[in-house]
């Protein structure tokens, strides 16, 4: 079993910035890819942004320039740099953890960011 806990939503003023983590601690024991997803109210989960154990990423359109994802193997940590942040940003955000081997994946508890003036 794996557990993810997330930090760093909150309240943002449109134009701001949020850095979100996520650590993974259990049985970790192969190679991972670490990401985020995203819920608004009435929408489907969608990704924002991955990071495999090699390092290649990949973004959902709508953040490019504006979001970077990385990660700390030594800590088993994903990091979600948030800037220029819109009102449309606004969700709740989902750390997901994914086997790269087996493909069984866990999800974070899921922590509120609020773009609003």
């Known amino acids: 079993q794996v557990q993810l806990v997330e930090s760093g939503g909150g309240l943002v003023q449109p134009g701001g910035s949020l850095r979100l983590s996520c650590a993974a601690s259990?049985?970790?024991?192969?190679?991972?890819?670490m990401g985020w997803y995203r819920q608004a109210p009435g929408n489907q989960r969608e990704l924002v942004a991955a990071v495999t154990s090699g390092g290649r990423t990949a973004y959902a359109d709508s953040v490019k320039g504006r979001f970077t994802i990385s990660r700390d193997n030594g800590r088993n940590t994903v990091y979600l740099q948030m800037n220029s942040l819109k009102s449309e940003d606004t969700a709740v955000y989902y750390c997901?953890?994914?086997?790269?081997?087996?493909?069984?994946?866990?999800w974070g508890q899921g922590t509120q960011v609020t773009v609003s003036s």
């Open positions: 997901n953890f994914k086997w790269e081997v087996y493909g069984d994946n866990y």
């Open positions: 259990g049985s970790i024991f192969s190679i991972y890819t």
